[in-house]
């Protein structure tokens, strides 16, 4: 499954952006069982940010971004989104697309997500 995300730019704190993730040519819900948003900020872990799992809609998201980031899908496009709203500068990372078949107890782990985007970078002044 290959990911393709878009989406990222610079923007002032306060300011929103829209991630995309396509995956052209598939049907999510054929290849894998769950997908989210990803992040990894220059001499920093990859992080979670939101993932969410496609049967049962089961959403969740880092403390850090709740009540600002919200992700949703488009099965029609095979297109993931991430609305990410109120940012600040500890938003800034590039962020990545990924999906496969997390475990129910460690969704949040990237362990669990075998396809990945190319990631796209996310920049917030301050």
């Known amino acids: 499954v290959q990911l393709q995300a878009s989406g990222g730019g610079l923007v002032q704190a306060g300011g929103s952006l829209r991630l995309s993730c396509a995956a052209p040519g598939r049907t999510f819900s054929g290849y894998v069982t769950g997908w989210g948003w990803f992040r990894q900020a220059p001499g920093k872990e990859r992080e979670s940010v939101a993932v969410?799992?496609?049967?049962?809609?089961?959403?969740l998201y880092a403390d850090s971004v709740k009540g600002r980031f919200t992700i949703s899908r488009n099965n029609a496009k095979n297109t993931l989104y991430l609305q990410m709203n109120n940012l600040t500068p500890e938003d800034t990372a590039i962020y990545y697309c990924?999906?496969?078949?997390?475990?129910?107890?460690?969704?949040?782990?990237?362990?669990?997500?075998?396809?990945w985007g190319q990631g796209t970078l996310v920049t917030v002044s301050s």
């Open positions: 990924a999906a496969g078949h997390p475990i129910s107890s460690s969704m949040l782990s990237p362990a669990g997500y075998r396809y």
């Open positions: 969410n799992k496609l049967s049962g809609g089961t959403t």
